[in-house]
């Protein structure tokens, strides 16, 4: 099977996305085309009619910003619906503008994607139901949870340091709970370590007034990113709205407990109690309490992180994901044969 991944290069986990997806088909024999366009195509997704489709593709697979552009090539088509932002998170996560763009130019693009593909899946459930309530929607959204290399993503120890390290990682945005860092610091323990890690938005000089015992990391490669999380004692997340949770499940793959927000995407990968603690979104204290609790009971913080390690390997296999794709797109392709035949 030949699959077109036509895609914006966003420098987003909408990208790491992409990636590990032409990475799964491949391993799994399919053939992935995946072709990268610029942020202007988000804006104007008429600009995708433009470019050609690849020779001898079986299925187009994009995202439902844009995915009702490519309706009308007599293809099967599946749209992925990664985070709902229609009507949410305004004031707490964005401004004005940019929920006036979500609400009456992106969510028009969805929703005509929502109608028009063959199929629409999500990364998590709680994502999904979000969708189907702002959207209104009839069809069933299929909710199929990313993934990872676990055999890549894995511990090395699970020894604690002298000093505590906690890891943040992250884009400087208001979604991802940047401007609470500097009340989590003064929260947090002093004698602890806090590492941030800002993705191609950081601001590394807005972080050094944080003190000393901050250390701000510049955009990491994969490889330098695993060495970070094998090193912290807890990875802690302040987003406040997700579609899924990667940091949460590389942490968990990792063999370190997680410390988050109880909201959408994050609270289907980490099991409260279990792999992590989960905080009400906002409660910054209680996000530094419990990671303060759990450096000091590092038998709890290690019993944490062996159940997150099997949960990712349990629930967030690329076998698993891979055998769940093919049923998808089976799928898909039956779903564009019946309307066809209607048509």
């Known amino acids: 099977m030949k699959v077109w991944l036509p895609s914006i290069r966003s420098h987003s986990g909408a990208d790491v996305f992409v990636e590990r997806l032409a990475v799964l088909l ?7 085309v995946v072709t990268w366009h610029p942020m202007s195509y988000e804006v104007f997704p008429w600009l995708f009619r ?4 690849p020779k001898d593709i079986d299925l187009i697979h994009a995202n439902s910003w844009n995915a009702f552009v490519f309706s009308g090539r007599g293809i099967p088509l599946v749209a992925t619906a990664h985070h709902c932002v229609r009507g949410r998170g305004y004031p707490a996560w964005k ?3 940019q929920a006036l ?20 899946v999500s ?26 290399d676990t055999e890549h993503f894995r511990p090395l120890d699970l020894q604690f340091n002298e000093r505590p390290r906690v890891l943040w990682v992250g884009n400087m945005s208001l979604r991802k709970g940047c401007d609470l860092l500097p009340g989590f610091r003064r929260c947090l323990d002093a004698s602890i ?3 941030i890690v800002g993705g191609l938005r950081a601001q590394a000089s807005r972080m050094k007034e944080l003190g000393s015992s901050v250390k701000v990391w510049p955009r990491l490669s994969e490889l330098d990113l695993l060495n970070l999380y094998r090193k912290c004692d807890v990875t802690v997340s302040l987003s ?7 940091t949460a499940l590389e942490a968990m793959a990792c063999g370190r407990p997680v410390v988050a927000f109880n909201v959408t995407g994050l609270k289907d990968v980490v099991a409260d109690g279990l792999t992590g603690i989960l905080r009400p979104c906002g409660d910054v204290p209680g996000i530094a309490a419990a990671c303060k609790e759990l450096i000091d009971h590092p038998a709890r913080a290690r019993a944490m992180g062996l159940a997150g390690r099997e949960r990712a390997e349990r629930h967030f296999s690329a076998a698993r994901a ?3 794709y093919l049923q998808l797109y089976q799928s898909a392709i039956a779903a564009f044969q019946r309307r066809s035949n209607v048509h």
């Open 95 to 97: 401004g004005r503008s």
């Open 26 to 32: 491949a391993r799994a024999g399919w053939e992935p």
């Open 123 to 148: 990364g998590s459930a709680s994502a999904a139901a979000e969708f189907s309530e702002s959207f209104g929607l009839s069809q069933r959204i299929e909710v199929i949870g990313h993934w990872l």
């Open 193 to 195: 370590e806090l590492h």
């Open 50 to 53: 433009t470019v050609p489709t």
């Open 240 to 246: 406040r709205h997700e579609g899924f949770g990667y």
């Open 322 to 324: 891979a055998d769940r």
């Open 101 to 120: 763009y979500h609400d009456l130019w992106i969510s028009r693009f969805e929703a005509h994607s929502f109608q028009l593909a063959n199929a629409v």
